[in-house]
């Protein structure tokens, strides 16, 4: 009976089906949990990586840089935006924003290259399915669309002004970088 007592509000608290208007404290709550769970998964996917890495960080910087900067990132983003900073807010919505832009890019890429039949490079990089692409795009959008929210950038003191310079710069960057 405790551990009924006990489980309930938190069920309560992140469920996403719900009579109404989910609230902005628990929109935050859900994201968190969702971003969590997502690193969780990477981590202990890639956990036999790891040592390879590390043990190749002297001949490769940049490549172990760039393995490694999502695991270092995204808990500290997480973790901000749970604690709700001001910069948690900022820093997911530009990972937002770029993995956003990365997804379709990757998008269009994938319709271009369907138009290709080369067996060779199909064996060599395989096709992900376009509706991988569409539901990560469908997922950005949408926890992009939810964190921007007044309600939700009441709580981190974000301007409409911050918002759009944020996602703005972020976008103009990352396309360009990745163009």
Same mark, same amino acid.
């Given at each position: 009976?405790?551990?009924?007592?006990?489980?309930?509000?938190? !069920?309560?608290?992140?469920?996403? !089906?719900?009579?109404?208007?989910?609230?902005?404290?628990?929109?935050?709550?859900?994201?968190?949990?969702?971003?969590?769970?997502?690193? @969780?998964?990477?981590?202990?996917?890639? !956990?036999?990586?790891?040592?390879?890495?590390?043990?190749?960080?002297? #001949?490769?910087?940049?490549?172990?840089?760039?393995?490694?900067?999502?695991?270092? %990132?995204?808990?500290?983003?997480? %973790?901000?935006?749970?604690?709700?900073?001001? !910069?948690?807010?900022?820093?997911?919505?530009?990972?937002?924003? *770029?993995?956003?832009?990365?997804?379709?890019?990757? @998008?269009?890429?994938?319709?271009? #290259?369907?138009?290709?039949?080369?067996?060779?490079?199909?064996?060599?990089?395989?096709?992900?399915?376009?509706?991988? *692409?569409?539901?990560?795009?469908? %997922?950005?959008?949408?926890?992009? *669309?939810?964190?921007?929210?007044?309600?939700?950038?009441?709580?981190?003191?974000?301007?409409?002004?911050?918002?759009?310079?944020?996602?703005?710069?972020?976008?103009?960057?990352? %396309?360009?970088?990745?163009?």
């Amino acid at each position: 009976n405790n551990l009924k007592n006990t489980k309930r509000p938190l !069920i309560d608290h992140l469920n996403p !089906i719900q009579a109404g208007q989910p609230s902005a404290e628990k929109n935050i709550r859900i994201i968190v949990v969702i971003f969590a769970a997502m690193f @969780l998964y990477q981590l202990i996917i890639n !956990i036999q990586i790891f040592p390879a890495y590390f043990k190749d960080f002297p #001949r490769f910087p940049i490549q172990t840089a760039l393995f490694l900067f999502p695991f270092i %990132f995204i808990p500290i983003v997480t %973790f901000t935006f749970w604690k709700r900073k001001k !910069i948690g807010w900022i820093l997911l919505t530009i990972f937002l924003t *770029y993995a956003f832009i990365c997804a379709f890019l990757f @998008l269009i890429t994938s319709f271009n #290259r369907n138009n290709y039949n080369d067996s060779v490079i199909d064996n060599l990089f395989p096709r992900q399915p376009i509706t991988t *692409y569409l539901f990560q795009l469908l %997922f950005l959008i949408g926890t992009l *669309y939810v964190i921007c929210k007044k309600s939700i950038r009441d709580i981190y003191l974000i301007s409409k002004q911050t918002m759009s310079l944020t996602i703005g710069l972020t976008g103009l960057i990352t %396309f360009i970088v990745m163009s």
